[in-house]
């Protein structure tokens, strides 16, 4: 377990994911159930996507490493230019709140869980946080690192929905955190083509 991957893993996660569909659709079953519900159901989501990324990223380090170093760079470059095209574009529009809370009928305890679980499950697949956790394992080759960062930054970023999203949302623009969620992204592209070409 090293200190420094779990740390990166950690801000790379929390950046790309602060800004994403799943904050507003966490933020949204907050406003609907109890925040500790949303909150549990959520990170059983996360943990289960979690381990499912770190399993196909400790996968990928069987390829070789300059393929693997490539595509980590590709995917890299892609979530900087999805996070800086969302963050120039995005309204928070309130279809996107009622559709999310739609999906989410009256219940309460386990049934609120089940139900926080299963919409955040069926959202983060393919999700963007979810294609870099693969990333950075094949990146580190330490699945268990790249694991409690990633899981550490989507229990955070969950937690601060259920728990003070809306306040949040009024101090920070939106768009900002696209831009910064761009940013790593880039950073991360540019590191991984140096030590590519190196």
Not at 81 to 96: I, K, N, Q, T, Y
Not at 97 to 116: D, H, I, N
Not at 120 to 138: C, K, P
């Amino acid at each position: 377990m090293d200190i420094v991957v779990i740390a990166l893993t950690f801000a790379a996660i929390f950046v790309v994911e602060l800004p994403d569909k799943t904050f507003v659709a966490t933020l949204v079953l907050a406003t609907k159930y109890r925040p500790l519900l949303v909150w549990i159901g959520v990170g059983l989501a996360f943990t289960v996507q979690t381990i499912v990324a770190v399993a196909l990223g400790h996968a990928v380090t069987f390829l070789p490493e300059d393929l693997v170093r490539g595509v980590a760079g590709v995917i890299f470059l892609a979530g900087a230019v999805l996070l800086f095209r969302e963050g120039r574009s995005h309204h928070l529009a309130s279809e996107d709140e009622e559709a999310f809370a739609a999906k989410a009928t009256a219940a309460t305890g386990w049934k609120a869980v089940l139900t926080c679980f299963l919409i955040l499950f069926a959202a983060e697949w393919g999700d963007l946080s979810q294609l870099l956790t693969i990333s950075l394992v094949a990146k580190y080759e330490d699945p268990v690192s790249v694991f409690i960062g990633a899981l550490g930054a989507l229990l955070t970023v969950s937690g601060l929905a259920a728990v003070s999203g809306r306040a949040l949302m009024k101090k920070i623009p939106l768009h900002a955190l696209h831009y910064v969620g761009a940013a790593v992204c880039l950073l991360l592209a540019a590191v991984t083509a140096y030590e590519l070409l190196a």
